[in-house]
């Protein structure tokens, strides 16, 4: 199936979850916030929310500095 | 004060021969209320352009001093400084480029028993603070008191900025609802900063500040702006207001003002 995660298409495969795709992009999702089609995923969750044809999602990354 | 002097029409005839901008909106420049959480990396060119535009009063809060690793990109500050309050060093620092602007400096530790007073009177917030705990006492005290919030962040290479119009747009958690677990995000002070990184994102809060003030143009709320200064990048996020968001939703559950422990040295001087 195909996702699009900040704005580029990709493969994803069946049943892959948000902290399983976050985990093939090297991502740490404690310092990310995940948006699943205009929501975003509560932390505790992105394990259990498992991805959809189509789906869209944007993550961005804590920066704190200034 | 109701007209200019001839001086004031003269350092600022070219704001006033903006359209956008005229003498209206110059005058509402010179009576707006500026506070800005910070006088390091982002507080400096925020700080120095709001001057500079004739906000009429800037607060500065800071309660480091300044040091000799500050000054790659802390512009507010030089070397005769190192050692001085950042919010006293800022306050001269304004005054000399604008007398019209007059800046009051805190050089307390922002805190829940303080903020809301402090605060209360002014009318736009940036936040440039250096740590978490700041960023989410600040973002929460602006909820409480309806207050408009210019966001920036930096980090390394990237910069984050978004304006947040509480109630009428997301808030600071609504994108990330709680402090990143202690230790896990590095300070400037352990990973580094580009040093003009900072002179991009905090001239950009200082251009959203202007603009809510003057009511004109589009204003990042409901845009997370992120700029990857090695890559020349800008990418505009949208973020929406989350329906469970702990202080902005009618689900809220935060109901009053939280110190959260500091994580790491990220205070001191990033």
Not at chain 1, 12 to 39: F, H, M, S, Y
Request: net charge neutral; with cysteine.
């Amino acid at each position: 199936m195909k996702i699009t995660l900040n704005g580029e298409s990709r493969e994803c495969p069946e049943g892959t979850t948000v902290e399983k795709l976050l985990d093939l992009c090297k991502i740490d999702k404690n310092r990310t916030a995940v948006e699943l089609n205009l929501q975003i995923v509560p932390r505790k969750e992105l394990s259990a929310r498992v991805l959809k044809d189509a789906d869209i999602l944007e993550v961005v990354t804590f920066v704190g500095g200034g | 004060m109701s007209s200019f002097t001839e001086e004031q029409i003269e350092r600022y005839s070219r704001h006033i021969i903006l359209p956008e901008v005229g003498g209206k909106g110059q005058m509402k420049l010179l009576k707006a209320k500026v506070f800005l959480v910070g006088a390091g990396g982002l507080g400096s060119p925020a700080a120095f352009y709001l001057a500079a535009a004739g906000i009429g009063k800037i607060g500065i809060a800071d309660s480091d001093c300044v040091d000799h690793s500050n000054l790659q990109r802390q512009i507010l500050h030089s070397t005769k400084d190192v050692g001085r309050s950042k919010a006293i060093s800022a306050k001269e620092t304004l005054e000399s480029l604008n007398p019209d602007v007059e800046v009051i400096p805190y050089t307390e530790r922002l805190n829940s028993g303080n903020i809301m007073d402090i605060i209360k009177d002014y009318d736009v917030i940036l936040d440039g603070a250096d740590n978490f705990p700041t960023r989410y006492l600040v973002n929460d005290a602006c909820v409480f008191l309806r207050k408009p919030l210019s966001h920036g962040s930096i980090f390394r290479f990237e910069g984050q900025v978004t304006t947040i119009v509480p109630f009428d747009g997301p808030c600071y958690r609504c994108l990330y609802e709680t402090p990143p677990p202690p230790g896990l995000v590095p300070s400037c002070q352990e990973a580094g900063v580009l040093g003009v990184l900072p002179g991009v994102v905090g001239s950009i809060q200082a251009t959203e500040v202007v603009k809510l003030i003057l009511g004109k143009g589009q204003i990042l709320k409901g845009k997370l702006l992120i700029y990857d200064s090695l890559n020349m990048d800008f990418k505009k996020v949208k973020i929406h207001k989350n329906p469970n968001c702990p202080i902005c939703s009618d689900k809220a559950t935060i109901k009053e003002l939280i110190d959260y422990e500091e994580f790491c040295q990220a205070h001191v001087g990033s």
